[in-house]
């Protein structure tokens, strides 16, 4: 009986310390699409705010005591956002680093 009640305490510290982690990237995320909008650069970092936003929505349903322990459907619907938008950071990282450019914004 100690096993399961020491492994739940040990996923909800983890799940806790993820959504202060997710918390804090999103923050920075933000501070650094604001710093550079208006250029190449800004337009590939534009996603990753979308992209710790959904993850720590994710994480807080995953808290949430009204939520089933995975998250549900709601931790479902962060995760497929948040992959969306890494996706979107990634082609326009690699339009960016070689050299090719994307007409319009």
Do not use: K, Y
């Amino acid at each position: 009986m100690a096993l399961p009640t020491w492994a739940t305490n040990i996923t909800v510290a983890l799940n806790i310390l993820t959504l202060v982690a997710t918390t804090v990237a999103c923050t920075f995320s933000i501070i650094a699409a604001a710093g550079f909008r208006g250029t190449e650069w800004g337009r590939a970092l534009a996603p990753l705010p979308v992209v710790f936003g959904a993850m720590t929505v994710s994480s807080g349903a995953t808290l949430h005591p009204a939520t089933p322990a995975d998250g549900g459907q709601l931790a479902l619907a962060m995760w497929a956002i948040a992959i969306v938008a890494i996706t979107i950071s990634c082609w326009r990282f690699v339009t960016l680093f070689t050299e090719r450019r994307v007409v319009g914004r």
